[in-house]
């Protein structure tokens, strides 16, 4: 079990410019969570995935946002267009479907638009 | 409104003391009260976590107590170390779903030799 992976753990970019943050799960977990953190403040649930399903994604995730798990392993989170607004730390976490439905973090990836 | 607040906002120790957190929330129904550390730039990293019929857990130096019917919960961290310096995220939920997790701010903890 080597944890929750995430890459690249940071990101400077332009305003106007994609860019594509990638997350790899604990292997045997079958849910994934997008999460949005900025300084001061808890994470902000972005988007849900069961296996390759996409079950729920919140409000916060505009049009620019989108979000894939193809066969329900890694997934990646792609924002188009960035704007300054995104800058943040993005958190992937995974978990079991059984049991507590204890959330295990990635390291995050932060991004900068300037 | 689903809310988690928390208190103090930040938190400044010496090594060796003893301190404690709290956690006000307005989450309705209530099903369990969890407490992650996040060390800087890291992602969080569970602590406990708690149902609504159980009132106190340790974990080493780190012990959380609940008041469901206060609402209320506190983590005490007993004989603080340097590497206790990080922010506590208290989080609450009406399930096991991370979707509907209730995040609070968190409390900054910075622990001085």
């Known amino acids: 079990d080597t944890g929750v992976s995430q890459n690249p753990r940071h990101k400077i970019t332009k305003r106007g410019q994609n860019v594509t943050f990638r997350c790899d799960p604990i292997s045997e977990h079958n849910r994934l969570y997008w999460y949005r953190q900025t300084l001061g403040q808890g994470p902000e649930f972005l988007t849900y995935f069961q296996n390759e399903a996409q079950l729920e994604k919140s409000r916060l995730l505009s049009d620019r946002f989108s979000a894939e798990r193809p066969k329900g392993s890694f997934s990646t989170l792609e924002i188009q267009r960035t704007e300054q607004g995104d800058s943040a730390m993005y958190l992937c976490?995974?978990?079991?479907?059984?049991?507590?439905?204890?959330?295990?973090f990635g390291e995050g990836s932060r991004l900068t638009v300037l | 409104k689903n809310q988690v607040e928390q208190s103090p906002q930040s938190l400044i120790i010496l090594e060796g003391k003893n301190c404690t957190l709290q956690?006000?929330?307005?989450?309705?129904?209530?099903?369990?009260l969890r407490w992650y550390k996040q060390d800087t730039g890291r992602g969080p990293v569970s602590l406990t976590i708690?149902?609504?019929?159980?009132n106190t857990k340790s974990n080493g130096r780190y012990t959380a107590t609940l008041d469901a019917d206060t609402k209320q919960s506190s983590l005490h961290i007993t004989a603080s170390q340097l590497s206790d310096s990080a922010s506590y995220i208290c989080?609450?939920?009406?399930?096991?779903?991370?979707?509907?997790?209730?995040f609070g701010p968190g409390t900054r903890l910075s622990v001085l030799p």
């Open positions: 708690m149902t609504f019929s159980e």
């Open positions: 989080v609450v939920s009406a399930d096991n779903y991370g979707q509907n997790f209730v």
């Open positions: 956690c006000n929330y307005t989450v309705s129904p209530f099903s369990n």
């Open positions: 976490a995974s978990s079991a479907s059984s049991g507590t439905g204890e959330l295990f």
